[in-house]
């Protein structure tokens, strides 16, 4: 475990130099971004070191991984993330943990996470995806509503019982005129964020970035950036 501890320890440092210099860069105060690490398919025991290494934002993309680990690690200062695709029949599950949900893009899902938000007695921060690759009225690869779909699906999250309308949150996307532009993107984000502040003004997230580009987002006003193997290294893939 002191070995494991000294690994994160020594990642979690080099993303921070990371961070600290795109800050510098970028002529921003460390402050401004929030880091979230990534846990995805490793265990509680290095939620668990990762806290006592100072980490406050933890994120998770599935919830059979999520629900048990949040549930081990509940006596933690932790603020959690979803950030996966959401399908339905998890919404109940999530809505017992997750501080934020990241990934809100159809109206449908807005309606399960009010619905279980509500009964589990908790209000959800809610970011919508936007798909960069999607057309007017399409999804993205990855999840996500287009950017013209923006405006009515933030006007729903903000007048459901149970949710908080928090901001945007976007991947960079790997086809369309943005794929291998990270830096683009992620200003394409920012000024949609703009546009969507002008009607909810407590809408400041700004969810863009990861391991491969987070300097990408910091440049471009990112608020938070989602790092995972870059802090807890790269797992093999199992089967």
Not at 130 to 146: H, I, M, N, T
């Amino acid at each position: 475990m002191t070995e494991r501890r000294d690994e994160l320890a020594a990642n979690l440092a080099k993303v921070e130099r990371r961070l600290a210099e795109a800050c510098a860069a970028a002529g921003r105060g460390r402050e401004e971004v929030t880091l979230i690490v990534v846990t995805k398919t490793y265990p509680a025991t290095d939620v668990r070191i990762l806290s006592e290494l100072g980490v406050r934002h933890v994120a998770e993309n599935r919830d059979q991984d999520a629900a048990p680990k949040a549930a081990a690690c509940a006596d933690l200062p932790l603020t959690w993330h979803f950030v996966g695709q959401l399908q339905t029949n998890k919404v109940r599950s999530v809505a017992g943990y997750a501080d934020f949900v990241q990934s809100v893009d159809r109206s449908k899902l807005v309606t399960a996470l009010s619905k279980e938000a509500v009964r589990a007695g908790r209000e959800l921060g809610c970011l919508i995806q936007v798909a960069l690759d999607a057309g007017d009225s399409e999804r993205g690869e990855r999840g996500g509503v287009a950017p013209a779909g923006i405006e009515e699906l933030a006007d729903l999250v903000a007048e459901a019982p149970g949710l908080r309308l928090a901001g945007l949150m976007t991947v960079a996307p790997l086809t369309g005129e943005y794929a291998g532009r990270e830096q683009a993107a992620f200003g394409r984000l920012m000024d949609l964020s703009t546009d969507l502040r002008r009607s909810h003004p407590a809408a400041t997230m700004v969810s863009a970035g990861m391991s491969a580009d987070l300097e990408q987002a910091v440049a471009a006003g990112a608020t938070h950036v989602r790092v995972g193997s870059a802090v807890l290294g790269v797992r093999p893939r199992l089967g």
